[in-house]
């Protein structure tokens, strides 16, 4: 069956700019998570959904924001893009609470300039 | 600040040795552990998970889990070149927290 899908794959943004990001989960996954790994600070959680609800938010500022479809695709977007967004962005999905773990997509990589 | 830890590395084995990689975790009410590996330019996959104290065995690899002394370990019997990755240690806390925490990562080298 098709993994989780994310595009596009990379991105290259200026400064200010805005971004959005695509995550297709796996069929008949629920939650989705969405990670940014930078070589700095490894794997940071941004905010986790399940039936189009957030239910979890990390610790980022408020132009991360996100949304989930009703069916369980989500997007991602940054507004005011800075140089330290750039990153490898992750999402991740479960088919409920992520208790058997989460499958991660390719990623899509930013580069903000 | 909920934190995970990994033992810093790189570590570096013979082809066919064990491969011990370690983990600690700060949340007390952390309920499930991952063990996740990442090559170089791709994305974690996913090895094993673990939710109960003691072993958990797959194949070569083997989960283990100490929840009182708040430790995650993961062995790897006969190691394989292709083994070499970044093995990435995740929690997730217990109730409606479906947040992973992951630590740093410890960079594996098996060597032929």
């Known amino acids: 069956k098709a993994g989780v899908t994310q595009t596009p794959r990379y991105l290259i943004k200026t400064r200010g700019q805005q971004v959005t990001l695509s995550c297709s989960p796996i069929?008949?996954?629920?939650?989705v998570s969405w990670y940014q790994q930078t070589p700095g600070q490894g794997l940071q959680f941004l905010f986790e959904?399940?039936?189009?609800?957030?239910?979890n938010k990390g610790n980022f500022p408020g132009r991360f924001s996100g949304r989930q479809f009703s069916n369980s695709r989500s997007e991602m977007n940054v507004s005011t893009l800075e140089l330290g967004d750039s990153a490898l962005y992750l999402c991740?999905?479960?088919?409920?609470?992520?208790?058997?773990?989460?499958?991660f997509g390719s990623g899509t990589r930013l580069t903000v300039v | 600040q909920k934190e995970v830890e990994q033992n810093s590395g790189p570590l570096s084995v013979p082809e066919g040795a064990i491969a011990s990689l370690n983990c600690t975790y700060s949340d007390r009410g952390s309920q499930s552990f991952f063990w996740y590996r990442q090559y170089s330019g791709k994305s974690p996959e996913l090895i094993m998970f673990?939710?109960?104290?003691g072993d958990k065995e797959d194949g070569r690899f083997t989960a283990q889990l100490n929840k009182a002394s708040q430790y995650v370990s993961l062995l790897i019997r006969d190691s394989q070149p292709s083994d070499s990755a970044t093995y990435l240690c995740?929690?997730?806390?217990?109730?409606?927290?479906?947040?992973?925490?992951f630590g740093k990562g410890t960079l594996l080298t098996v060597n032929p």
């Open positions: 991740a999905s479960s088919r409920e609470g992520g208790n058997y773990g989460y499958t």
């Open positions: 959904y399940f039936s189009e609800t957030q239910r």
């Open positions: 995740a929690v997730m806390g217990g109730g409606s927290n479906y947040k992973l925490t």
């Open positions: 069929s008949g996954h629920r939650s």
């Open positions: 673990i939710y109960s104290n």
